[in-house]
């Protein structure tokens, strides 16, 4: 009903449309890029913690499965114990750090040998294996982002690290420290964040858990399947990362609310002679409401199609430019942004209507 | 003929402030079906007033009006809304197209609220309107590409499209030029005769105001009483062929 005047209303003035379909489409693009960024990065990193290969994950009192905020604070040789539990077959100690000169990322500090025992070994791609201190390992996302190669040098921790190999990506961080170097660069000389625990056979990983818990009480100690799925739902379950995606959303829900209120309420003044046209032709409030939010509602639909075409386009650049930015769109969260969109083209609609609607028709008419 | 509009002493005070203006005070008429009935009178004599109260746009604040058996007057606004849908077709001396929407669509969209949205009207009518009109090759323009009696027309076109009871037109040739005004007003009187329109016109213009079968003089918000009836109009012989 009225669908030609509701398109030929929004060609007639195309510059506004533009700008309305334009924010329309920045509080799509906001939650989706900031929900699809959070979630790559959360599913990406869960995704290295799988690729490692261990059964089990230990980490001291009061630690948080976000490796990122934990210092080190476990004694490395507390390994040696471990390894006397009957069933376990390999213990890795494993210091994290959180980089933050050039990007955010988390750094491993291992001991090659243990850490291979647990992993089966890196997939060099070139290079070697790191055997001076402040010679590094980095993964192939992280060398193509950084254009880095084997013989370049990175400033990390305050210090400058020679790349010494480039492995395949997947197996818990992107780069990978000595041991003993992270530990003297930080203070922490023989302690650790955390600890990788290979089970001899899959089918005892419930009693070893168990056993390591008796043997460490206090401490951390979860199946890595269990792990895993924590850091994966830290998106929903952590507070903090909700409170902020909430935040981006309420504040894009807002956005997408005045460009459709404005639009329409500019439109609604400007047209106020048509909508006495239309009452006079016999249109019921009913009509006139329906024709302004249609319209509101066709903004916003352009808006979102706009706004998920550009979150695909940046989402395709990022994986090409910027490999170790992963950007997870799904349908769902497309879903999500569509309903966000719709509310707020009905709640910044819905306004303007009614006062379009309840116009009085000789007055309507009589304007000039 | 039966009676398609009765007015019952109708009144209509508008308040300005405190202020109470009398525009209409008192008027009775009827209207027979197929009768083109002409109203003319000094400007603020309460013309274009008693038409937007006839076509159901205002409410009369006394009095009783009927419209093809149905009385608007104190009828709630929805109702009167579905009483001038389906029973009046406005024309006004501003046009009043939609800008936004080419002469079809301005068509289209009175037979959409005719219609509320569903089903198809009387295509045969449409056609036979348009080409009354002249207007088979201009449906495809915006108003702004017309000229002023090409809005008209496609105005009066769009007024008279669902065929409606009465045609209401507010001085439909006051922007016009001499030319364009003769060739609305004999679309007019073509309506009446092909169609028997019932139109109520107001207007300035004494020729205009002879086309029709009756002369209506208001002053001061009441219809002076010396109603000329279809024996006074010269032109009968043309209008009834």
Redesign the interface.
Known sequence: MAYSLVFSNILFRPMRTLATILAIALEVVLILLVVGLTRGMVNENARRLQGIGADIVTQPPGTSFFLATNTSAMVEKIADVLKTVEGVDAVAPVAVQLNTQGDLGLIYGINLESFNRITNGFNFISGRPFEKPYEIIIDDIQATSKKLKVGDEIKMLNHAFRVSGIVEHGKGSRVFLPLKTIQELTGTPGKVSLMYIKCASPDQIPQVTEKLKQKLPGYTVLPMAEFVSQVSSASTNLAALRYFLNTVIFISTIVGFFAIFLAMYTAIAERTRDIGILKSLGASKRFVLSVFMKEAFLLSGLGLLLGIAFSLLTQMILRQVLPNMQVELDADWMLKAALIAFLSAGLGGIYPALRAAGKDAIDALAYE | MKNILEAIDVKKIYRVGKIEVPALRGVSLKMREGEFISIMGPSGCGKSTLL?VL?G??QPSEGKIIIAGEEISSAK??VR??I???N?G?V?QRY??????SAA?NL???R???G??KGKQDESHIHEVLNLLGLKNKVKHKPSELSGGEQQRVAIA?AVINKPAILLADEPTGNLDSENSEIVLSMLQELNRKFSQSIIMITHNPEAAAMANRLIEMRDGKIVPQDHDVSWNPKEDEIYI
């Open positions: 937007h076509g746009l205002t606004d929805g809304t579905e001038r849908r389906r009046i406005f006004f009043n197209l939609l800008p936004t929407l669509g289209e969209i009175a959409e609220i005719y509320n949205g769009r």
